[in-house]
C-alpha cells in the first residue's frame, strides 16, 4: 500500500501525517478519512481550486491532469509544476509527499 505524508500545515495538519492508502483512491478522500480537513468548495468536482496541493515527492507516479483540472489549477494560489487538485489526483503505487498550501481562493468554505 503507498502511504502519503501530509507535511505539517499550521491550521490544517498540525503535526503532518503519514497514512496509508489504497491506489485509485484520490489525494482528498485519503485525507479526509484521516480526519485531515482540506477545503473542497465545490464538493469534489472539479469546479475550483480549494483543494489544491502541491505533490513534492512522487507527482510522477500520478496519472496526467485532464483538461478541466489544468485550466482550474492555473487559478490556484501558490501554483507550482508539481500542483494538482487533490479531489481529481488518484494515488498510484508509489508514496507520495504532498503539502497543503498555506492560502487558497474560497468564496465559501463546505465547514461552515
Given at each position: 500500500?503507498?502511504?502519503?505524508?501530509?507535511?505539517?500545515?499550521?491550521?490544517?495538519?498540525?503535526?503532518?501525517?503519514?497514512?496509508?492508502?489504497?491506489s485509485n483512491e484520490t489525494i482528498l478522500d485519503?485525507?479526509?478519512a484521516n480526519h485531515i480537513e482540506i477545503e473542497h468548495a465545490?464538493?469534489?468536482?472539479?469546479?475550483?481550486?480549494?483543494?489544491?496541493?502541491?505533490?513534492?515527492?512522487?507527482f510522477d507516479s500520478l496519472e496526467e491532469a485532464e483538461e478541466n483540472e489544468?485550466?482550474?489549477?492555473?487559478?490556484?494560489?501558490?501554483?507550482?509544476?508539481?500542483?494538482?487538485?487533490?479531489?481529481?489526483?488518484k494515488v498510484g503505487e508509489s508514496d507520495l509527499v504532498i503539502e497543503i498550501p498555506r492560502y487558497t481562493i474560497n468564496m465559501v468554505s463546505e465547514s461552515k
Open positions: 500500500m503507498p502511504k502519503l505524508t501530509f507535511l505539517p500545515h499550521e491550521t490544517i495538519c498540525p503535526e503532518g501525517a503519514v497514512i496509508e492508502a489504497e485519503v485525507a479526509l465545490c464538493e469534489k468536482s472539479c469546479a475550483c481550486t480549494t483543494c489544491h496541493v502541491i505533490v513534492r515527492e512522487g489544468e485550466d482550474y489549477l492555473d487559478k490556484a494560489w501558490g501554483l507550482e509544476p508539481e500542483s494538482r487538485l487533490s479531489c481529481q489526483a
